[in-house]
């Protein structure tokens, strides 16, 4: 069947008093955007022909995806978060503030509050034996190379299972998450834990649709950036380990050429002992290059539900 009704008095009509348009009160962003919205929803029912039952399932899949809580992962599942970050390239292309290290999305698992130490932290509680050890290092400079002290590099990534502390309960408070003060030279030292990919949980509404889109739901070993300092703009970022299968086909489209970076097998005594450790170790490089801005809405990360944000210093 293919009826067209999407042209009739009855559906405009309907839709601009779906969206308040002839009422007084309420908030006129919103009642623009739900116009919009619930016009392209109608749009794609006309034109794609969605049934009655094909309705009523999407509405029961959004219904399970708020009880199990996976709508800020199935967002960048859907590639909205890198559309987002696509869209504040191209504004910071015409605002003449492209350049630096380039962003690549935030994820949802992160939590405020890390510890916060000068120049070094180690970042693992040391429960994981059978873990490689890594040392991640770099320096953070401004676009013309000079060293940037005391800038904040907040630090988070998963286990050896993939999994983030916090949002696995098994884990200790904050384990594989810090913050970083750079020293004078501009330079953080991490002491960590190589991890592993991610993956979702493969019993939730974002893999069931990743699986009718015939697409899997991993990322591959990865490591989260915050970086900021006053008078720069703030830098949300991740590196991608290179050479892990999902390296460049990350179900959350994060990897970016320029942060692909190696880890490299170090087995030299002598270069562990400089990092107090006594066996091999792997080690990762990350230099990080900030953007000058006087705008202070470009040096403070964007606005979203974080846990623990607000609660800790
Ligand atoms: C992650 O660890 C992550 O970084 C993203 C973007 C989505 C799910 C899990
Ligand atoms: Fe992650």
């Not at 016009?39 to 509405?59: G, K, N, R, S, Y």
């Not at 690549?104 to 873990?131: C, H, N, Q, W």
Request: net charge negative.
């Amino acid at each position: 069947m293919t009826v067209k009704t999407m042209q009739t008095a009855e559906v405009k009509d309907l839709l601009e008093k779906v969206a308040g348009f002839n009422k007084e009160g309420g908030n006129e962003r919103v009642k623009t955007i739900v116009h919009r919205v619930m016009h392209d929803v109608f749009q794609t029912i006309e034109d794609l022909d969605i049934t009655p039952d094909e309705f009523w399932q999407a509405v029961y899949y959004v219904n399970a995806l708020g009880q199990n809580g996976e709508a800020a992962l199935l967002a960048p599942g859907l590639g909205m978060d890198k559309y987002l970050d696509i869209r504040m390239d191209a504004e910071d292309a015409q605002a003449g503030l492209a350049g630096g290290t380039p962003r690549t999305i935030e994820g949802p698992l992160y939590v405020a509050g890390a510890p916060k130490s000068e120049g070094f932290a180690r970042m693992d509680d040391g429960t994981d034996e059978t873990a490689e050890t890594m040392i991640l290092t770099g320096l953070v400079t401004d676009e013309n190379g000079q060293p940037l002290a005391n800038a904040v590099v907040d630090i988070w990534h998963a286990n050896t299972k993939g999994a983030y502390s916090y949002f696995d309960q098994s884990q200790s408070e904050y384990n594989l998450r810090r913050r970083i003060v750079t020293d004078e030279n501009g330079r953080y030292t991490a002491r960590s834990i190589i991890p592993a990919g991610y993956g979702c949980p493969p019993e939730g509404c974002t893999q069931q649709l990743l699986n009718e889109l015939g697409r899997h739901g991993n990322r591959p070993a990865h490591i989260h950036f915050f970086v900021s300092k006053p008078e720069y703009k703030h830098l949300t970022t991740q590196i991608n380990l290179a050479g892990d299968e999902y390296t460049y086909d990350d179900f959350a489209f994060a990897t970016r050429e320029e942060l692909v970076v190696d880890a490299v097998r170090v087995e030299d005594a002598a270069k562990a002992e400089l990092f107090g450790l006594n066996g091999p170790f792997t080690q990762v490089e990350f230099n990080i290059q900030l953007v000058a801005t006087d705008k202070s809405a470009l040096q403070a990360r964007h606005e979203r539900k974080r846990a623990l944000e607000g609660e800790t210093a």
